[in-house]
């Protein structure tokens, strides 16, 4: 069976919305109940990603560290973005173990080298290893060294596209707080239509409605989901994890939300 990419996104794991670190307990207990019912079903290789939401976005937009580090002030916000991207983890962490899943935490910026807030390596060895007894890697976003200006943002989104591409996966699915990708941010305007499916067909009428998010979110959004997913060259899907039992139904295979077909350049 080949691999699936989980990401949950910030605006499930944490209130987005909050103007300090606050992580959302109630959806954290329904995603990691969903997660689990579909793995026992399934027992499919997964690799499971969470977003930042209020924790680690807020501190970057308000330091600048996704720019680089210009300033002493800077690397100490570098090293409290990493802070709270741990400490959201071990909160998704223990949700995920309470639900009896072989969950393992891997830090990224650990092990990543980034160039102008690309990443350009990072050893996949051990998650292959760890894949391949049985564990569920969890990966998260988070600040990295960065060759060219000493740190930028490594975002869930990218390692999505990064590990799906280079570990073969079978698709990369994006559990957010809306629908799907519509005619316009949902957020903005109620009356956006869903746009079922992305293939070569559409993609650059696509691109017009993607916007980046209203909340705070440095790493650009849906605009940041959707590229990322196309120069993997991986298929994708974006469905709304708040809507209780679609996480299930995403990992049984149901095309829920809207599909993205791989789109050659
Ligand atoms: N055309 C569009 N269709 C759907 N959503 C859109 C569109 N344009 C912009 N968006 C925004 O994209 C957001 C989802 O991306 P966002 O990066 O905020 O989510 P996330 O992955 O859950 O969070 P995080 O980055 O913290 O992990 C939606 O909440 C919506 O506001
Ligand atoms: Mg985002």
Not at 22 to 51: C, D, Q, T, W
Not at 55 to 82: M, P, S
Not at 142 to 167: M, R, W
């Amino acid at each position: 069976m080949k691999l699936v990419i989980l990401k949950i996104g910030g605006s499930v794991v944490t209130n987005k919305f909050s103007k300090k670190p606050r992580a959302s307990f109630k959806n954290l207990r329904i995603v990691s109940k969903e997660i689990a019912s579909a793995y026992n079903l399934k027992k499919m290789p997964l690799l499971l990603i969470h977003g930042a939401g209020s924790f680690g976005h807020l501190i970057v937009k308000k330091t600048g560290i996704d720019k680089g580090i210009k300033n002493i002030k800077q690397l100490k916000a570098f090293a409290e973005t990493q802070r709270l991207q741990n400490k959201l983890n071990l909160i998704v962490m223990q949700f995920l173990i309470s639900e009896n899943l072989p969950v393992i935490s891997y830090q990224a910026s650990a092990g990543a080298v980034m160039r102008s807030g690309r990443l350009v390596q990072m050893d996949i060895s051990t998650l292959k290893g760890l894949l391949e007894i049985g564990m569920i890697p969890v990966l998260y976003g988070v600040p990295a060294y960065d060759e060219n200006q000493k740190c930028s943002i490594l975002s869930g989104d990218q390692i999505a596209g990064f590990l799906a591409k280079k570990l073969n996966a079978k698709i990369i699915m994006h559990g957010t707080d809306v629908g799907g990708v519509f005619t316009e941010d949902p957020h903005l305007d109620p009356s956006a239509t869903l746009i079922p499916e992305i293939n070569s067909k559409n993609i650059d009428q696509v691109k017009k409605y993607l916007r980046g998010p209203i909340q705070v979110d440095v790493t650009g959004g849906m605009i940041g989901k959707i590229s990322e997913i196309i120069k993997s060259g991986v298929r994708g899907q974006v469905f709304n994890a708040l809507n209780p039992g679609n996480i299930h139904k995403a990992l049984n295979g149901e095309k829920i939300g809207t599909t993205i077909e791989v789109i050659k350049n």
